[in-house]
């Protein structure tokens, strides 16, 4: 099954966090598909095929059933995090400048039009 | 069901019969008492009425309150583990919590003109009293 990139790596940034989290809050190291797609509340017949992929792209361990942050999810699971807060902190696109996230992509671009013109950007 | 009956469970939680997303105003309760972990708020759920069972209802429902900006994080370092999150209140926070206080005053009278009425035809034991003298039946 091919995937769409941008929803996987929107799902790879949503996933790495949540099992960041719940390693950090000592809840669970090495969830299942299940517990995870509970814990995300999502189907696990979806999120399976995403967790088989981010352990080809080595981000998790999958063994037994369980997946495991390798070094470099959870490296990828922690900054993310970080990165959506920077993101609550950026100029809105009223503000916009050089530096504007709508910049960063047409797809960001796109987005912010659309806010925009939808009247929920407070730009 | 047509959206307007709730499905109320034969025996059912504290946290089933609560006001829909009572979660919400819950958290920002919480951390205007104090800053907090994700595990902490947790445990600090349960006089609430919530479980510890889902703690994914609960990250999500953070993650709902920092995308709106009622509430912030940041990393806390560890010398003994993993670098955790801990989440504050925001201004807007506290404002809503405030707006949500209020709610729930109304609805609390609302329940006591219902209890009271039904109290006309049986007297209701609190809680805790009902659960020992059924378990003891």
Redesign the interface.
């Known amino acids: 099954m091919s995937m769409d990139e941008l929803e996987v790596l929107r799902v790879r940034d949503e996933l790495l966090q949540a099992m960041y989290w719940m390693h950090s809050e000592g809840i669970s190291s090495a969830p299942t598909a299940i517990e995870l797609s509970r814990f995300l509340a999502v189907p696990d017949t979806i999120l399976t095929a995403y967790l088989t992929r981010f352990v080809e792209d080595g981000l998790l361990e999958g063994s037994g059933g369980r997946y495991v942050l390798t070094d470099s999810g959870t490296e990828s699971g922690k900054r993310t995090f970080a990165d959506e807060m920077a993101d609550l902190t950026r100029p809105t696109h009223g503000e916009c400048d050089a530096d504007c996230w709508c910049h960063d992509s047409p797809e960001a671009a796109a987005e912010c039009l659309h806010e925009r013109v939808g009247g929920s950007h407070s730009g | 069901m047509n959206g307007l009956v709730a499905a109320i469970p034969a025996d059912p939680t504290p946290a089933q019969v609560l006001p829909k997303n009572f979660l919400r105003p819950c958290l920002l309760l919480l951390l205007r008492e104090h800053p907090a972990?994700?595990?902490d708020l947790?445990e600090r759920l349960r006089p609430l009425g919530f479980s510890r069972d889902?703690?994914?209802r609960l990250?999500?429902a953070l993650r709902a309150l920092?995308t709106d900006?009622l509430v912030?994080?940041?990393?806390e370092k560890?010398s003994s583990?993993?670098?955790?999150?801990m989440y504050e209140l925001t201004r807007k926070g506290m404002e809503e919590l405030h707006d949500s206080a209020t709610a729930l005053m109304a609805t609390d009278e609302i329940l006591k003109i219902f209890l009271s009425r039904y109290s006309e035809f049986v007297a209701l034991d609190p809680p805790a009293r009902s659960r020992s003298r059924r378990g003891s039946d």
């Open positions: 972990h994700g595990y947790l889902d703690p994914g990250y999500r920092e900006e912030r994080s940041i990393w560890s583990g993993p670098d955790r999150r």
